[in-house]
């Protein structure tokens, strides 16, 4: 069979057992999407059953998001469907599913040396380290830039074959029928989907396949407004009655449950414990020793987490965390640590000794440890038996779970079988496996004494201390300003003092390493992810980003927002405090740096009305902040692409905290394929933001976390959730994820209307943490 450059997904599987896509020759997968009784394969991508039922495959963890409706949404869109029979079907791992964009945003951490040869999507190395890999991790709203045309070009090519057997049966053309709402149309006749199936699936489809001449896009709707959707959450009934199935709800017969205990944060290692001590738990089925940890197996959760407490684990600690001595190492860094400019604009700014020749203001910011708080801990089922380990979990990473599961046993990732299960939140939290390992290595314990399937459940308290949380920042923001007194930006420089995060995340993720080793490992090295978001969007005409590589001891991991949750929030409060130092209206003085961006005045303009900006005078409370995240993360695309958004806060001081009253934002993430979703992230990511900006910071004193749960982490409960208000433009531009932009928008937007209504400039997050 031919195969061309944009081979499409059923071209291959439909009468047949394989998938193939391109790469620098055709590549043939095990067709991923077998159908089942009364089901008929069309591709990679859906399968069309007997009574109707369009089954999508998704191979994006649903985490809260809306990857199992959007989607879906854009099969159905495509392919004619009737939404009232789309059902989802959790993909396996494949290369058919590889998610190359976001193979080329990470080369620099799977290919660390000349990564320029893969960070781009339609680069062959990015293409063949994603399929042959099975690369289809969920992260940095990659979704529809990963897989919107694969799943169009799938339902276009699965639409073609079955008018053409509609039109076999009338005797007409194939280009003449339509598809909608389920029937293939002609001439005042229809066929349903569900009649033609078996035939059209042993057709093979045109190629390239005709797509219809709009991709799928919903106009907003202005201002507050409201209205239904048109492609509701396929996941909302059953989450809302309650049958919707999480990584922590598997039941399996004969299953076992275990708790575990971590040492203290550093370098740990099990040292004593006393088993004659859980003698008495007649549920207890097994105690298993790990290098780090301690498990116990019983036949309820609870039994387990009491005999842990009552055999009291030791462990021997190198390094203990502590908050003081991180501050310390990240003032030295910021202060007098050898930095390297990662990103540049115009000739740069260098600050020199001489008099006239450093910053006319230099301001410092601070950041604490970001932790996740996701709703739900790690939790992963496992049974190994045979040579065999199965594993029932959430991952946004599924095959590097399954590589480090089959190192940690010895076995071939072959022997690895990963069902995907749905995350009850993860905020970037289940892009790591460390449970994988330590599930697959209990089950083969148990397994030794009698194969059964084994629950591992992390408590709220291991979830604090033995995650990863968002790398504490320390950062000077300095500016020097052009002649006449107005504010008016000539050069800027942001120095940050931040671990090499991300490259320490990609020795964990790529190279398997354990959090000391990584931490090790990518000590010194420039890490421009770790500074994303720090290139101001406004027309400055010289800029340096410099990253100080700080050395912190404490272990990190990426976060929802992730760099620009910190960026975001130094480069926003500076440009607001130049407006006030120097007089200006802090809307106005930013939109006279906007002339480089004309989508993100509109925003700025919409956001003003939608807030009834009053300037943000003194005690009014109201304080605004912009921020963009540009396509593939490259720095200063423009008005290229990218997300955009405009949020003003309206806040004030109480006493015992902070209250924010309303949240108003004006978003662009160009064209929009599902406005409910998109509404729904944007809210979402303004409370996470929020929370944030008000608490989920960790400290750490002898190893241990001083917030042992989620009452301790100042989030926010309904109750302190402000009014938000949420206007998007209308826009042809390139889609863009609209899940992380509040995130980094909240922070400075919340801190900025904080001065406007006190007075006082906060500058460490989160806000307060100081004192005042």
């Given amino acids: 069979m031919p195969i061309s450059r944009r081979g499409v997904l059923i071209g291959a599987a439909v009468g047949g057992g394989l998938v193939a896509a391109w790469t620098l020759r055709p590549r043939r997968f095990a067709d991923p999407l077998p159908p089942g009784r009364g089901e008929h394969a069309f591709g990679a991508w859906l399968k069309i059953a007997q009574d109707g039922v369009i089954a999508i495959a998704v191979p994006q963890l649903e985490m809260g998001q809306g990857a199992t409706t959007v989607l879906p949404q854009v099969v159905a869109q495509e392919l004619g469907a009737d939404w009232r029979q789309v059902a989802v079907e959790p993909a ?12 080329a945003r990470w080369a620099p951490l799977w290919m660390p040396v000349l990564p320029g040869l893969a960070d781009r999507p339609d680069d062959i190395l990015a293409r063949r380290f994603a399929e042959s890999s099975r690369f289809t991790a969920t992260a940095d709203g990659t979704t529809l830039a990963a897989y919107e045309m694969p799943c169009r070009e799938a339902a276009a090519a699965a639409r073609a074959v079955l008018c053409m057997a509609a039109a076999g049966r009338w005797g007409v053309a194939w280009e003449e029928c339509e598809a909608a709402a389920g029937f293939v149309l002609h001439d005042g006749k229809r066929l349903s989907f569900a009649a033609l199936a078996a035939e059209a699936a042993e057709m093979t489809a045109p190629d390239p396949p005709p797509l219809r001449a709009r991709p799928p896009a919903e106009t907003p709707i202005p201002g507050e407004a409201d209205a239904a959707t048109s492609y509701a959450r396929l996941d909302l009934p059953a989450k809302v009655d309650g049958t919707f199935l999480f990584a922590a709800d598997v039941r399996l017969p004969g299953m076992v449950y275990a708790a575990i205990k971590h040492g203290p944060a550093g370098v740990a290692e099990l040292t004593d414990f006393d088993p004659r001590a859980a003698a008495h738990i007649g549920e207890l089925v097994q105690v298993i020793e790990g290098k780090r940890w301690l498990a116990a197996v019983a036949t309820n959760w609870w039994a387990a987490d009491r005999a842990l407490a009552a055999m009291e684990p030791r462990f021997r600690v190198v390094g203990p965390l502590e908050t003081g001595k991180i501050d310390e190492r990240l003032d030295r860094a910021v202060r007098r640590g050898k930095g390297e400019a990662v990103a540049v604009r115009g000739e740069g700014v260098e600050w020199g000794p001489e008099p006239g020749h450093g910053p006319d203001l230099a301001l410092r910011y601070d950041v604490a440890p970001g932790a996740h708080v996701t709703p739900e801990t790690a939790s992963v089922t496992a049974r190994f038996a045979d040579g065999r380990l199965e594993l029932w979990m959430a991952s946004q990473a599924p095959e590097r779970a399954r590589r480090a599961a089959a190192k940690a046993l010895g076995i071939s990732v072959e022997n690895v079988i990963f069902y995907p299960m749905a995350a009850g939140g993860s905020f970037d939290r289940r892009l790591e496996h460390d449970h994988a390992i330590e599930a697959a290595l209990i089950a083969r314990e148990v397994g030794r004494v009698r194969s059964r399937p084994v629950q591992l459940i992390w408590s709220r308290w291991e979830e604090q201390l033995a995650g990863r949380p968002r790398a504490p920042v320390a950062a000077i923001v300095s500016a020097r300003l052009a002649p006449g007194g107005e504010g008016r930006i000539a050069g800027l420089k942001a120095r940050i003092a931040v671990q090499p995060s991300a490259r320490e995340f990609g020795r964990r993720l790529f190279g398997n390493r354990t959090a000391a080793a990584a931490l090790a490992d990518s000590a010194g090295e420039a890490d421009p992810m770790a500074v994303e978001g720090a290139m101001p969007l406004y027309d400055i005409p010289h800029v340096t980003v410099e990253h100080v590589p700080a050395d912190t001891g404490a272990p990190s ?77 490259a720095e200063g695309a423009g008005d290229a692409g990218g997300g955009r958004i405009v949020c003003i806060a309206t806040a004030r001081q109480e006493e015992g905290g902070v209250r924010v009253s309303r949240l108003a934002a004006c978003v662009d993430i160009g064209r929009i394929v599902n406005l409910d979703i998109a509404r729904q992230q944007i809210e979402g990511g303004l409370v996470f933001g929020m929370a944030q900006a008000l608490g989920a910071a960790l400290s750490y004193r002898q190893g241990v976390p001083e917030q042992s749960r989620l009452a301790d982490m100042n989030l926010p409960t309904l109750a302190d959730v402000p009014e938000i208000a949420v206007d998007f433009v209308d826009s042809d531009a390139p889609p863009f994820d609209p899940g992380e932009l509040g995130v980094a928008v909240a922070a400075p937007a919340i801190a900025n209307a904080l001065h406007s209504a006190t007075g006082l400039r906060l500058r460490r997050l989160p806000l307060l943490s100081g004192g005042l």
Wanted: aromatic letters at 8%; hydrophobic letters at 35%.
């Fill in 92 to 103: 396996p791992v494949s290369g058919a599913y590889a998610n190359v964009p976001l193979a």
């Fill in 557 to 633: 991991g990426r976060l929802r927002g992730n760099a620009h949750g910190y960026t975001a929030f130094f480069i926003e409060s500076f440009i607001d405090e130049l407006a006030h130092r120097h007089g200006r209206e802090p809307l106005s003085y930013r939109m006279e740096m906007l002339g480089g961006d004309p989508r993100m005045a509109e925003c700025l303009q919409r956001a003003a009305r939608l807030a009834e900006w009053d300037g943000g005078q003194a005690q009014s409370g109201k304080g605004l902040a912009c921020h963009r995240m540009d396509a593939g993360g």
